[in-house]
């Protein structure tokens, strides 16, 4: 995805087509369905997210036809992110909730924890707090021994956001304040600062 990274989504495009017919020449449908994922991706930057997600059912439906199970993850993936995108939080948990569950069999505990991370903000769109802690809760308990200190902070400030948008200010204080004592020590410059606003915030909202 060369073309898409340069931000020349047309051009990209256009190869991309030209690639999927040659795919489905050979009748290589492992080839062609990876082509579709990489048009879904091409289009949701263009933020044509019906085109974005149409793509991604395509491979999908190819993943789920020959059986290649991490393609199906990642399908799954790029499907909720497309919903949410395009606004629909629901759509977005239902297969947020799939690609969990599908990283999960396969092991990649990276994946996973990133998936739960956007389940979170779904949950989150839909006023669900106590769900989008849990799935940010599990996505930090994921990444524990690989997450840097720095994504921690981001991570911290996100449980923070969460907690207080339900009303559990305690709980909100307390990663604020742990995202800020982390951002000082690693001298995280924005994570300070923006640890520092959300507690103003906090205390704004309890005033």
């Known amino acids: 995805m060369v073309h898409v990274d340069l931000h020349q989504y047309e051009h990209a495009v256009s190869h991309l087509k030209c690639a999927l017919e040659l795919a489905r020449a050979k009748r290589d449908r492992n080839e062609e369905g990876r082509i579709l994922g990489n048009l879904g991706i091409a289009f949701g930057r263009m ?3 019906d085109q974005e997600s149409q793509f991604h059912a395509q491979a999908l439906a190819i993943s789920l036809e020959v059986g290649d199970k991490h393609a199906e993850a990642s399908d799954l993936a790029n ?7 395009n606004g629909n939080a629901i759509a977005s948990v239902t297969y947020f909730v799939q ?3 599908a990283f999960r ?3 990649d505990v990276a994946s996973t924890s990133k998936t739960l991370e956007n389940l979170a903000q779904a949950y989150e769109r839909l006023g669900d707090f106590d769900s989008g802690l849990v799935a940010m809760h599990e996505s930090l308990e ?3 021994d690989r997450q840097s200190e720095r994504e921690r902070v981001i991570s911290l400030l996100t449980l923070g956001s969460l907690a207080m948008s339900g009303k559990r200010y305690d709980e909100a204080r307390n990663h604020f304040e742990h995202a800020l004592a982390t951002a000082r020590r690693v001298k ?7 640890a520092l606003v959300s507690l103003g915030s906090l205390y704004g909202e309890l005033a």
């Open 47 to 49: 933020g044509n997210f």
């Open 79 to 85: 499907l909720g992110a497309s919903y949410l995108s």
């Open 99 to 101: 690609a969990v569950s």
């Open 105 to 107: 069999e396969l092991g």
């Open 142 to 144: 994921c990444s524990a």
């Open 188 to 194: 995280h410059l924005m994570g300070e600062v923006h």
